[in-house]
C-alpha cells in the first residue's frame, strides 16, 4: 500500500508526523474521506471472507470434544486434560 515510506530517529518522529498531519488537514476533508474509504474497501472482500471462514472454524471447535472438556474444568475450578483428544 506504501504507507510507510520513511524511518525516522525517535526525537524527530513526533515533529515530522505533525507535519504530515497538518499537510492532510489542509487538504478538503471529502477527499481524505472518499481516499480513506477507497484504501480500505479494497480489502474489504478479503477481511469479510476471512470472518466467515473464522466463524465457521469457531463454531465447530466450540462443538469438538476438547471444548466441551475446556468448559467443564472451568466449571469444576481444574486443569483441563486434553490428553485423551487428538
Keep these: 500500500m506504501g504507507l510507510v515510506n520513511k524511518v525516522l530517529p525517535a526525537a ?3 515533529p515530522y508526523a505533525y507535519d504530515q498531519a497538518a499537510k492532510l488537514a489542509a487538504l478538503p ?9 477507497l484504501l480500505k474497501a479494497r480489502h474489504l472482500d478479503a477481511v469479510t471472507k476471512q470472518i466467515a471462514e473464522e466463524n465457521r472454524h469457531f463454531s ?14 472451568f466449571y469444576e475450578h481444574r486443569k483441563p486434560d486434553y490428553s485423551k483428544f487428538s
Design 12 to 14: 524527530d518522529l513526533m
Design 29 to 37: 476533508p471529502t477527499s481524505l474521506r472518499v481516499t480513506k474509504q
Design 60 to 73: 465447530a471447535m466450540l462443538q469438538a470434544p476438547a471444548a466441551k472438556e475446556a468448559f467443564a474444568a
